[in-house]
């Protein structure tokens, strides 16, 4: 018999239980062989922290997954994969492996659901509708799952923020899974919902454990499966959509990041402090503050995501409602005015202090009116490159 909400339900309060349990038995286990993440440039922890918090994340959705998914198909698969990545994440938090040593991990990891039939093959998008991909549909499911896992990874960098986006996504994927009539996806879908927030019962700051490499990529690799099985592999129309947008924060994220490294020629595996969370943190944003613009931007887009599987806006046949076509576009209009707004945050506020240290550098006593006038003052003439200018040369100078 297919499983219910009520095993999606279940099964997600049985890993969020286990998971808030074995923590910190894990916690223990990291302090033992010394996985224990000390404080750095680039990372917004004062104090040294656990790792292996991926390790209990592991335990509760096997625990749960024995309990409500059938393992001797490709959900057995994936938690075979599941096990590779969090030992090869877990030898990580240990003794840090090369980049070239984790991909090649994070890939045989990928490979075994993969082979074993969770890949896609074709998949349907509006205006385009059927794409066939042959024999192209396992390397471009292997890269499409080790991309998600490094782009979960790469949003690691700050308490709850990983495990709360993985849940608000896992949240959203349980949804649209369910009403795609894919329900061993939706219920573990429920299972990695409810593992990231049992484990937010210790990771939300003041964190007491990171989930270190062995919990993001775990997470990542679970998350692009469900994606797989429960979105991409369906004939829906805009079943490659959900995932893009459910994710898009962390894919962005990791676009710019990307992108900055390749600008100033760095290589795009060296971590750096550019990432969304360690901006708002130097425009003068708490952790807490940081963490809720982030799950909201998050929440927003999922929200989208649902908006364009359940409201009516068009028929079978591709005619479109106009009422409710105006509905999803003030959603999408919503939707993409916070994301400015987030962005303006980002850049205005960055600004501002740039520019104060420019002032500052040329009148020290400056009042904050006096600043917010120079700033208002850039703002219109568009002279914000100038001002960045001005404001390395200063520091280079003073350095």
Not at 5 to 18: E, F, N, P, Q, S
Not at 250 to 270: G, H, I, N, W
Not at 319 to 324: E, Q, Y
């Amino acid at each position: 018999m297919s499983p219910s909400t009520w095993d999606a339900i279940a099964a997600g309060t049985v890993a969020a239980l286990l998971v808030a349990c074995l923590t910190p038995l894990a916690v223990r286990l990291a302090r033992v062989i010394g996985a224990v993440d000390e404080p750095r440039a680039r990372g917004l922890s004062d104090r040294p922290l656990p790792r292996l918090g991926g390790v209990a994340i592991f335990a509760g959705v096997l625990g749960s997954a024995v309990a409500f998914l059938p393992l001797d198909g490709r959900f057995g698969a994936i938690l075979l994969g599941a096990a590779i990545i969090t030992a090869v994440g877990a030898l990580d938090d240990v003794v840090e492996l090369s980049a070239p040593v984790k991909l090649v991990g994070q890939s045989a990891a990928a490979l075994v659901p993969v082979l074993d039939g969770v890949r896609v093959s074709d998949f349907t998008l509006p205006f385009v509708h059927r794409v066939e991909l042959g024999d192209l549909g396992i390397p471009l499911t292997l890269a499409g799952i080790v991309l998600i896992m490094n782009v979960v990874n790469f949003s690691d960098g700050v308490d709850g923020l990983a495990a709360g986006v993985c849940a608000i996504a896992a949240g959203a994927f349980v949804v649209i899974a369910f009403d795609l009539q894919r329900a061993g996806a939706a219920v573990l879908a429920a299972i990695i919902a409810g593992a990231a927030l049992g484990f937010l019962v210790h990771n939300f700051h003041p964190a007491t454990v990171f989930m270190g490499d062995c919990g993001s990529n775990l997470l990542g690799l679970l998350l692009a499966c469900v994606a797989v099985e429960g979105t991409v592999k369906t004939q829906a129309i805009l079943a490659l959509i959900f995932p893009l947008i459910v994710l898009a924060v962390p894919f962005l994220d990791t676009t710019f990041v990307v992108l900055k490294r390749m600008k100033y020629r760095r290589p795009v595996y060296e971590a750096d402090r550019e990432h969304f969370h360690h901006r708002l943190d130097r425009i003068g944003f708490s952790t807490r503050r940081t963490v809720a613009y982030l799950y909201a931007w998050t929440l927003s887009l999922a929200g989208l995501a649902l908006a364009l599987r359940f409201v009516p806006y068009s028929d079978d046949g591709g005619s479109l409602d106009p009422m409710w076509t105006v509905v999803m576009a003030g959603l999408g209009l919503l939707v993409i005015a916070a994301s400015i707004y987030l962005v303006y945050v980002l850049e205005i506020l960055k600004f501002k202090r740039l520019d104060a240290l420019r002032v500052r550098r040329v009148k020290p006593a400056a009042t904050e009116q006096e600043i917010d006038e120079d700033v208002a003052a850039h703002l219109q003439t568009g002279e914000l490159d100038a001002v960045r200018r001005e404001t390395a040369e200063f520091e280079r100078l003073g350095s």
